[in-house]
Nanobody
Framework: QVQLAESGGGLVQAGGSLRLSCAAS????????MGWFRQAPGKEREFVAA???????YYADSVKGRFTISRENAKNTVYLQMNSLKPEDTAVYYC??????????????????WGQGTQVTVSS
């Protein structure tokens, strides 16, 4: 069982930056693929970024070049650095985890563990 807790959301103007953090419980953090998803009102939850235990990363096209996912395995923490934020980035951001042996793709329903979410609001 993995428990996840996000922090770092808030209100920022367009063009600004925010850094989200996600702290995970458990002693085998490096065995999990960690990801960030987001969900805007009235929309489905969508993939943002993911990172394997060894550091390989994946990004949605909409955030490539603006967002960076990273992790510190010694601290059981994953980060999402968000730069050049746009109003359309406004959403609740969720941290997620799936064991590396179970990881298939970045469809939300295939991820096993979720945090409670943190609100990110980008004003124009």
């Amino acid at each position: 069982q993995v428990q996840l807790a996000e922090s770092g959301g808030g209100l920022v103007q367009a063009g600004g930056s925010l850094r989200l953090s996600c702290a995970a419980s458990g002693r085998t953090f490096s065995s999990y693929v960690m990801g960030w998803f987001r969900q805007a009102p009235g929309k489905e939850r969508e993939f943002v970024a993911a990172i394997r235990g060894e550091g390989r990363t994946y990004y949605a096209d909409s955030v490539k070049g603006r967002f960076t996912i990273s992790r510190e395995n010694a601290k059981n923490t994953v980060y999402l650095q968000m730069n050049s934020l746009k109003p359309e980035d406004t959403a609740v951001y969720y941290c997620a985890a799936v064991h590396r042996l179970a990881y298939t793709d970045n469809t939300a329903k295939k991820w096993d563990y979720w945090g409670q979410g943190t609100q990110v609001t980008v004003s124009s």
